[in-house]
């Protein structure tokens, strides 16, 4: 009876002590706080994070939506893989990488400088206004290359994941563009000049700079709708051109960022040095039109001035390649390479770019200036930003000089093409907004679904991830651009390109 | 923990001086072959006093001095002794009528009769397991369990176990992998030596995995290490070799060369050029800088290798003749050499027993320059302190060094070439006779150019590989090396108060060490042109495997009591304890990043680029109480419950907790009908139901936290938004578990059968959700999805032939998933995908989803609702997505009559990966001293995508780019004289003009793949029929040859692996061994091995 006493003893203990830890055996402290990583919100390294990337996401992105876009528009040839530039591949990119990417980076600065709960904590690191309205510009940028890739995206809907929407629907671009320039325009007044914004690496957080970069943004969405709401475009137009804050128009207001080396190099340098790939060259239509013309910047987009045919299929791209042995005008080329160091800046916004787009608004009502001298400035300072020296012999030359005639708005939208290089959507813009310069399909493009004759296409189909994460609102958004029997069509045109 | 620590230890103080009056025996019941009997019933003699032995043979009994003991147990011939001394040993006799019990082994080390157990679970003895002998663990039970998929992995792959998925799936991340528990401590399936096993119990359903909770909610395999043999001291020697060689890859073409155009270029030669090339001047080459075959017809005509550019080969310019060279891919690889070596030594008696054993595993792979050498030191050690303590080590240290390039990802340096991107006219003994003789530029000669030699600013990049290597000189120049060292194992200490309560205390630990370090030479980078590599070095520390095996320490107290009562007619099983497991993960790794500053030296410090530095750190806990028992009354009858509750740290401390039920029941109605069913040996129906808990997260998977970028961007440091989004209300799950089934042994238990029908539901588990990006987010962490599961599972032996000298033993499987079900609990979500296949430059293979996007009707429609929205369906898991040939209502393929390319449908569904049919057949057959055994394996469904087939088809590598079309002419022969690809469909714009054209082969089969992944000839089956191992052993009767004592015995076995397929639906690929989920990116071929075993008995 001892031992059962004594067991019937030990079990009760047991039991006791048990009870006792019962409240302690669920409790264990902090085991499961990541020691790894923070949970502060940090906005200046979120928009370090966001800057860093402009270049690479917006310029030149090696093999990305925008070098796709650099091939429709032709800055760039394919040199062994040529399914893209004959039309063989239907193109297959996302798009969602961009708002789950930057543009959520961006939605968070503005939350936590909005929310009372955090703003005192992100005062930290800039005036709060400041804050949000560089990142209310990025965003407007961002959606802006967006829509203009692929037409209506969900826009209003958007962001809402920590809510628990995950399915937005898609906006019509007009009212994205809409959205966009309110955007701009509240942004630009909402700077209160506090303290200044850290983690911007285009600017180092000037006020006046970013109003300049905004309104240069609400002039370039302005001029996408000239065919298609000429009343919109030149309000906006005009009201961007008005503001005080003014645009980018000289060498130092281009939106550069200045790559520091180490792992963050410039993409060109990357691609070519460190993936070591050599897909793309510069393309024979690039150096067609600058050899023409003598332009001395043949000498900086490539080395040689021999551009890689355009639009060749895969043997006759390894053909010519074995032909030409000399051939070396890849975009990497020779040292004297514009984009062949590791720490050359890349230009986000430049002036001349904006000059020539002022030029092309001018030109086609949407306001007073002088196309002339806006055309002058443009090229000017396209020189200027590559140290090319005065361009007044260029600018003399027959097919160059502006004669007031009807030719005008060619070399005009010419100049702005070879003013946006390399950065590929702008200049697809550009060329699918006014058809120049005239880009037509190389040799042995094909036909795709639903044209009949070998056709550049005019907008990108919905990604992978439209139709697998967002099935239902895609379908819709998808009908929108049919062509023949075929939803979703490249060949279908987005709304400011009817 | 520390409390329970200390409690065990008071109790265990407590008990010493309780007990020692009457006269104590403990022995040890073993049959005729020395393995111990389980259960054995020991009773004093005339009296009702009586225990049991427990599952090692082992019991202790007070009995009268001068009592006589009776020993019975089922499948033997009772026995009575008279006790000599406190310890005896006492043998039985197998008697042929009846089966020995079979023992299940569960968690903590508790055994059961599995004749009682209320849960279908299957017991893989020694001999079953090592018909051949296996390296891994996995592959040794391939086919052998009922409900087991065992998804296999390529041989050559020495750092891989393949996967056994058990029921098909219930995973929402894709698969759940079974625990592995050695000798009651958890570990993963890296390293269990098949050596040291005695057996295996798989389990399956939550009863009968109740006291494991969390880990095994994908099953359990439970082993149960050699132990000595009771009374005897042993040594066992065993050698295996074993000889392995390639023996199904890819059926290609072997009628055109390498090349992008059908004719070859004419050489050259201008000053600058090497002179050695002279002699080539007007020759004619083929195009070496495309990786294609889409060259020349290869009729013996006159061309310029490859090599014969190079200065420095002997061959230099020289040509040679353009002929097929059919076997090329398959001379590439080694013949793999495995060699295992075994010796144990083990000892028991007088309450001692102790095992050692060690392995040497060495293996020479089929891929150069790739080795694993792995030394495994087992102990196991019971001692017997007292007649109430016993202390026990169960240990086993593994070394493993393993290297060399295990990549069968898409355009790896082997099988990435040969059935992608290649030249169908290379000959492989070139290739390794030029391997080491570099060109005048100090690089390894390619056969895949740089450049073409057309001028002499060309000839640096003749010089350099475009694509490829040459692989020789790739895999042997890499060096890739892992060593990991492995110890799991426990410790324990047994109270036995007396014979129907005990209490033991044990610690368990399973750690791994693993370091790695990688060099990419800088001959390599030299050597390449558009390889993408760099010369760089990498290492790592890794405490703990990866994530999913964690290094583990764990603490548990179980107290067990067994009691009978009646007469013996009601006997009673109870188990409770506690447990504490403590999981970590550490790594600390570094690289060099963009190359290397000065080559050829390989440290961190001559990093190009900052180097990476990646330092993580896991650390996560679970703790659990536990109670378990049953009551069987009258072996008629037997009820089993258990209760488990986990707290886990990895769920919000407001709700980490969860509670997991399980019951069953069995009925032994054989013992009522034993009289009138005389022919039904046994027969049992049980029925079971439990939950499976699972916390379903990762560490600090519900912290919201940013990781700050290493690098800083001049004085700025960066950081971005995390991209899971988490639902504040994150919880666990249950998985609600039923099986029910019969249990049958037919005339003397010659025959059996077990037919066990399971169901699963798990209720809305935490899942990572993948989601729009549009959202701000890629994936959404909550619960959603309930999964369903069920099917059935039938295991069948024979004992066909039981004659002295001629056995005939049969054991069958077969399993059927009925349905594998996902149903979505939250309509938002348009569906749930698992893994994709390779992603690059825009290409999109199939992918696998839980949920296909959307619904369709009878004839392939989408179905949409009154808003024009698709319907998202509920669906079978893994159902394989992608783009295919859109079809008519009339299944006829659509064709653009302008470009007479298919349109294509993004969304087709290919069907699921998961086979519904798995199965196995194990034979042995003895006769006098010869043993043969084999077993085959089998599925049936399931679908895989290939990737290599859509690349291997777009290079016109494999054999339909160079088929002879329905006019008799070949393919590639141009449209214009009767060749081309006959297409036939109907008009893409109004679906039903006919369209009936030929295409040009090189045109067709680049609109299949590249960017358009058009997958319908690319999705294949995975079923198969394959003979996976045979065996002929010859039992040496070595009494009659020698009168030495010494030696007991000695076998000599001749082995062979996968010597036959006998029937596959895929042509190209061994089916049990596809790498993905989704398929395959660069498989390496199948292999077949042969081999030999002598084993030495002392």
């Known amino acids: ?498 | 923990m520390r409390k329970f620590l200390m409690l065990f230890a008071l109790l265990m103080l407590s008990g010493v001086w309780l007990f020692a009056q009457t006269h104590t025996i403990n022995g040890t019941v073993r049959d005729n072959t020395g393995n111990p009997i389980p259960f054995a019933t020991i009773t004093e003699s005339g009296t009702k006093h009586a225990t049991t032995a427990d599952a090692n043979g082992a019991f202790l009994i007070k009995i009268h001095p001068d009592a006589k003991l009776t020993v019975t147990a089922a499948g033997h011939a009772p026995q009575t002794i008279t006790p000599e001394g406190d310890n005896v040993q006492i043998v039985l006799k197998t008697t042929a009528s009846e089966l020995a019990e079979v023992v299940v082994t569960s968690a903590y080390g508790i055994k059961r009769e599995q004749k009682v157990t209320p849960y279908s679970s299957q017991v893989i003895s020694d001999k079953d397991l090592h018909i051949i002998p296996e390296t891994n663990i996995n592959s040794a039970l391939a086919g052998k369990i009922a409900g087991v998929q065992f998804r296999g992995q390529s041989p050559m792959k020495l750092n891989s176990q393949g996967f056994l998925r058990i029921r098909g799936s219930l995973g929402l991340t894709g698969d759940i992998s079974a625990v592995y528990v050695i000798d009651g401590t958890p570990t993963t399936s890296f390293d269990i030596d098949p050596d040291d096993i005695q057996d295996i119990t798989v389990l399956k359903g939550a009863n009968a995995t109740a006291l494991f909770g969390d880990i095994a909610k994908g099953g359990a395999i439970v082993i149960n290490t050699k132990k000595a043999a009771p009374g005897k001291t042993e040594v066992q020697l065993d050698q295996s070799v074993s000889f392995d060689n390639v023996s199904i890859l890819p059926v290609y073409q072997n009628k055109y060369g390498g090349g992008s155009s059908s004719d070859f270029l004419q050489f050259t030669w201008q000053p600058g050029m090497p002179d050695a090339w002279q002699p080539l001047n007007g020759k004619y080459y083929p195009d070496y800088t495309d990786d294609a075959s889409w060259g020349p017809r290869m009729v013996g005509q006159e061309y310029v290798p490859w090599y014969a550019w190079n200065p420095n080969n002997p061959e230099s310019g020289t040509t040679a003749k353009w002929l097929p060279q059919p076997n090329n891919a398959r001379d590439f690889y080694n013949t793999g050499v495995t060699s295992n070596t075994n010796v144990s030594f083990s000892k028991s008696g007088q309450g001692s027993s102790i095992k050692i054993a060690y392995t040497n595993n060495s293996i020479r792979g089929l891929l150069p320059n790739s080795s694993s050498i792995r030394n495994t030191v087992f102990t196991t050690i019971s001692e017997n302190l007292g007649d109430h303590f016993t202390a026990g080590i169960n240990l086993t240290y593994t070394n493993n060094v393993i290297k060399g390039e295990f990549d069968d990802g898409y355009a790896n340096q082997s099988s990435g070439s040969f059935d992608s991107w290649f030249h169908r006219d290379l000959d492989m003994n070139k290739l390794r006779e030029y391997k080491d003789i570099l060109t005048p530029a100090g690089t390894f000669m390619s056969w895949n150019l740089g450049s073409n030699p057309t001028s002499a600013s060309a000839v640096p990049s003749v010089y350099r590989g475009n694509y490829w290597y040459n692989y020789y000189s790739y895999f042997d120049a890499l060096s890739l090396k892992q060593t990991r060292d492995h110890i799991v194992g426990n410790i324990s200490l047994t109270y036995k108060l007396n014979r129907t309560f005990h209490i033991t205390g044990t610690i368990r630990k399973d750690a791994i060490s693993n370091l790695y370090e990688n060099i990419v030479p800088s001959i390599l980078q030299a050597s390449g042109k558009q390889t993408g590599l760099l010369a760089s070095y990498a290492t790592g520390n890794l405490t703990g495997e990866s994530l999913t095996a964690p290094n583990t320490i764990g603490f548990d107290v179980v107290a067990g009591y067994t009691n009978s009562f009646i007469d013996n007619k009601l006997s009673l099983n109870l188990t409770a304890g506690a447990s504490d497991v403590r999981y970590k993960f550490y790594s600390n790794e570094e690289a060099t990043v963009n190359g290397l500053n000065t080559p050829n030296l390989y440290a961190i410090s001559n990093s190009a680029g900052p180097a990476t530095i990646t330092n993580n750190r896991n650390q996560w806990e679970t703790r659990a109480v536990f109670g378990a028992g049953d009551i069987e009354w009258n072996k008629i009858f037997d009820v089993s419950f258990a209760l488990r509750n986990d707290w886990y740290s990895v769920l919000l401390p407001t709700n980490n907790s969860l509670l997991s039920p399980s019951a069953g029941v069995s009925f032994f109605f054989s013992d009522l009908t034993k009289n009138s069913l005389s022919w039904l040996s046994f027969g049992k129906v049980f029925a079971s139901w439990g939950k499976k808990p699972t916390s379903g997260l990762s560490p600090y998977a519900t912290n919201f936290t940013y990781t700050i970028n290493q690098n800083k961007w001049g004085a700025n440091f960066l950081t971005t938004t995390p991209n899971t989004a988490i639902d504040p209300n994150i919880q666990g799950a249950l998985i609600t578990s039923y099986e029910g089934g019969l249990d049958l042994k037919f005339i003397n238990n010659r025959y059996g059968l077990n037919i066990t029908y399971y169901n699963e539901t798990s209720a809305s588990a935490p899942y990572s959700l993948a989601i729009s990006g549009y959202s701000g987010f890629t994936s959404y962490l909550t619960n959603i999805s309930k999964i369903a599961r069920d099917g059935i599972e039938i295991q069948a032996t024979a004992d066909i032939m039981r004659k002295r000298d001629f056995t005939w033993n049969v054991n069958a499987t077969f399993s059927k998933i009925l349905s594998d079900v996902i149903k979505q609990t939250d309509s938002s979500y348009d569906n749930v995908q698992i893994s994709s296949g390779a992603y690059f430059s825009g290409i999109v293979p199939p992918k696998v989803y839980q949920l296909a996007p959307v619904l369709y009707d009878g004839s392939g429609n989408k179905v949409t609702d009154a808003n024009g929205k698709y319907i998202p369906h509920q669906y079978t898991w893994g159902q394989l997505v992608g783009t295919a040939i859109k079809r008519n209502s009339a299944g006829l393929p659509e064709i653009d009559p302008n470009s007479l390319t298919y349109a294509t449908d993004q969304f087709h569904d290919f069907g699921t990966v998961l086979p519904s049919i798995n199965g196995g057949l194990v034979n042995t057959f003895t006769y006098k001293n010869f043993i043969v055994n084999f077993s085959i394996d089998y599925q049936v469904g399931g679908k895989f995508f290939s990737l290599s087939e859509m690349w291997g088809t777009y290079s016109g590598l494999l054999a339909p780019t160079a088929a002879t079309n329905d006019k008799g002419m070949n393919v590639r022969d141009p449209v214009s004289v009767g060749g081309g690809v006959h297409v036939v469909g109907v008009s893409s714009v109004d679906e039903k003009t006919p369209v009936d054209a030929y295409v040009d082969a090189q045109t067709y089969f680049h609109g299949l793949g590249g960017g358009n992944a058009i997958s319908d000839y690319f999705v294949h089956s995975l079923t198969y029929v394959k003979l996976r191992e045979v065996s002929l052993g010859y039992n040496i009767p070595v009494e009659k040859f020698t009168k030495a004592q010494w030696i007991h015995g000695i076998t000599v076995t001749a082995t062979a692996r996968n010597p036959w397929m006998i029937y596959r639906e895929t042509q190209n690929f061994d089916p049990s061994e596809i790498s993905g989920v989704y398929g395959e990116d660069g498989q390496y071929p199948g292999t077949r091995g042969f081999g030999f075993d002598v084993r030495l008995i002392f």
């Open chain 1, 1 to 498: 009876m001892i031992t059962r006493n004594k067991i019937v003893l030990g079990l009760s203990a047991l039991s006791f002590l048990a009870l006792q830890s019962c409240n302690k055996i669920k409790d264990f402290k902090d085991l499961n706080t990541n020691p790894n990583q923070t949970t502060s919100t940090i906005p200046s390294a979120l928009l370090a994070n966001v800057t860093a990337n402009l270049g690479g996401n917006l310029v030149y992105d090696g093999g990305g939506l925008n070098t796709v876009c650099g091939l429709y528009t032709q800055y760039f040839a394919e040199t062994q893989y040529t399914e893209v530039s004959t039309f063989v591949t239907k193109p297959s990119n996302n798009f969602d990488g961009y708002y789950s990417g930057p543009i959520e980076d961006l939605q968070n600065i503005i939350k936590y400088n909005s929310d009372p709960a955090t703003a005192g904590d992100a005062a930290v690191y800039g005036s709060n206004n400041d804050q949000i309205a560089i990142a209310r510009i990025l965003r407007a940028q961002y959606v802006k290359f967006v829509t203009d890739a692929v037409g209506d995206v969900p826009y209003f809907d958007a962001l809402k994941g920590n809510a628990g929407l995950v399915t937005p629907a898609y906006d019509k671009q007009q009212d994205i563009y809409a959205d966009l320039v309110n955007e701009l325009t509240q942004a630009v007044a909402q700077f209160d000049d506090g303290p200044t914004v850290q983690g911007d690496l285009i600017y180092n957080g000037s006020v006046s700079a970013w109003k300049k970069y905004a309104n240069s943004l609400r002039l370039m969405l302005a001029i996408n709708m000239v065919s298609v709401d000429k009343a919109t475009a030149t309000t906006d137009f005009q009201a961007a051109l008005n503001d005080p804050a003014g645009v980018i128009s000289s060498v130092s207001d281009n939106a550069n960022l200045a790559y520091p080396g180490g792992v963050y190099l410039n993409p060109f340098y990357n691609y070519y040095n460190i993936t070591q790939r050599f897909d793309y060259a510069l393309s024979n239509t690039v150096t067609n039109i600058l050899n023409a013309t003598t332009d001395p910047r043949v000498n900086i987009y490539g080395s040689s001035g021999k551009g890689f045919p355009v639009g060749l299929s895969r043997d006759h791209a390894l053909a010519y390649q074995s032909a030409n042995s000399d051939w070396d005008d890849l975009i990497y080329g020779g040292n004297n390479n514009e984009f062949s160091q590791s720490t050359t800046p890349i230009t986000i916004i430049s002036a001349a770019y904006i000059d020539l787009i002022r030029a092309e608004g001018a030109e086609e009502g949407l306001s007073s200036e002088d196309p002339v001298a806006l055309y002058k400035a443009g090229v000017q300072a396209s020189f200027d930003q590559y140290g090319l020296g005065s361009a007044t012999t260029f600018l003399g030359g027959s097919s160059v000089a502006l004669t007031g005639g009807a030719g005008d708005l060619q070399k005009i939208c010419t100049q702005e093409w070879l003013a946006a290089f390399p950065a590929g959507e702008e200049g697809w813009n550009t060329t699918r907004r006014t058809g120049f310069p005239a880009i037509v399909p190389g040799p042995d493009a094909v036909a795709g679904a639903g044209v009949s004759v070998p056709t550049i296409p005019s907008r990108f189909p919905y990604g992978v991830d439209d139709y697998t994460y967002n099935t239902s609102n895609v379908a819709i958004a998808a009908k929108r651009y049919a062509i023949g029997g075929t939803d979703d069509s490249q060949y279908a045109k987005i709304w400011w390109n009817q």
